[in-house]
């Protein structure tokens, strides 16, 4: 009895009676039609990431320079609010409609998924030679300080997301008693060499200009002007290869902007890649890599922290076959041959941990949708 008089109130509730329109639904639908269409449209002039970023990925955006559109982000958080008010106040909750509501649950369920791969899904790849390990991958558009000293083939590395730096912010290494103070960011840059001199840089550079943003995100490197406390002006470029080598209290120490780093919990070796080609060609028709997976039990010290190296498992990753490990999943990106004919292949590695919610709410609607079926064909032969 109490349920059913909560039920009547939120159906009288003129907010929610409002926001479970039928015509907020059918305007949803429309604007991710057309956000749809026209993001893939405007991919072929701006390319994939800028066409993201724009369409699907914000709120609100302009066309024309001045006439704001609501972005895929609040359609769809619209929509999940209608069909919430949907099930608060047009449902009949009864048996004979249960199979109509186990839909609607998975649908809303979803909208969850969708939510929780946006936010947590990490994106990153990981670049191998032959006979090379690492358990440490690199994001494709994040970027990070990092400050490390070697000791024995181990990296003690202390890093600083640079979303969101401003100048005057001060980096603290407090453990190797230095300190970064930020003079000027910028996200998009070009590097020049020249200049008076006296910055310390690790290839030459002596100046940077911000850059426009350009449409393939691999061609976009931040930079950074800062002072290193005790030790005068640096300057750092993501687009160099090796970093900036610094004595402090006797102790060398690397300085570098980078593409954020992330470990992973398990070592990869690649033992071995196989490339065939087209016949006749240098188009490649299928490639492979053959690693061990190494799975850490603290049994040994190693340069990238304990693993076991005994015991590995042996996995082949090739073009339609990832590999799978825990909230983990690689797959099989690209490869390069260098002029020494040395072979090195690139893994996209994929951290998801809800990468199972889409499977669990596509068979919450399928149980729906088999019982309302079910529901209907037993209403019927009553009915005779």
């Not at 939120?10 to 907020?24: D, T």
């Not at 269409?37 to 709120?59: A, C, K, M, P």
């Not at 498992?313 to 909230?327: A, F, G, H, T, W």
């Amino acid at each position: 009895m109490m349920m059913t008089t909560i039920h009547k109130r939120l159906q009288r509730n003129p907010a929610i009676k409002f926001c479970a329109s039928l015509k907020i639904t059918l305007t949803c639908l429309t604007l991710l039609f057309i956000l749809t269409f026209w993001g893939t449209i405007d991919q072929v002039y701006n390319g994939l990431y800028l066409s993201q970023e724009r369409f699907f990925h914000s709120f609100f955006f302009t066309f024309a320079g001045f006439i704001p559109f609501p972005g895929t982000q609040l359609v769809l958080w619209v929509l999940f609010i209608n069909l919430i008010c949907v099930a608060l106040v047009r449902f009949v909750y009864a048996w004979d409609h249960l199979g109509i509501t186990i839909i609607h649950a998975g649908l809303l369920l979803f909208f969850v998924a969708a939510y929780i791969t946006f936010h947590n899904t990490k994106e990153s790849q990981l670049t191998l030679m032959e006979k090379e390990g690492s358990n440490v991958s690199s994001a494709y558009h994040d970027w990070e300080v990092a400050l490390w000293k070697e000791d024995g083939g181990v990296k003690d590395v202390y890093a600083y997301d640079t979303r969101g730096l401003r100048s005057g912010e001060k980096l603290d290494f407090s453990d190797y008693d230095l300190e970064l103070t930020v003079n000027h960011y910028y996200p998009h840059s070009e590097a020049y060499s020249g200049g008076t001199g006296g910055i310390l840089n690790a290839s030459g550079i002596q100046a940077l200009q911000p850059a426009p943003r350009q449409q393939a995100p691999e061609k976009n490197f931040p930079g950074l002007v800062a002072t290193l406390a005790g030790l005068g002006p640096v300057l750092l470029y993501g687009g160099e290869d090796k970093p900036l080598k610094i004595t402090h209290q006797s102790q060398d120490y690397f300085l570098q902007l980078r593409r954020k780093h992330s470990p992973m919990p398990f070592l990869l070796r690649l033992k071995d890649f196989k490339v065939e080609w087209h016949p006749h060609t240098q188009v490649a028709r299928s490639y492979q890599s053959l690693v061990d997976v190494i799975v850490p039990d603290g049994s040994l010290q190693g340069p990238l922290g304990p693993f076991r190296l005994s015991g590995s498992r042996e996995v082949l990753i090739s073009m339609n076959k990832p590999l799978r490990y825990k909230d983990f999943t690689l797959y099989q990106a690209s490869y390069a041959i260098d002029q020494w004919g040395r072979e090195s292949s690139t893994l996209a590695v994929v951290k998801n941990s809800g990468r199972l919610l889409p499977y669990l709410a596509s068979f919450t609607t399928v149980i729906g949708l088999v019982l309302h079926f079910l529901l209907m064909v037993f209403k019927a032969k009553l009915k005779h």
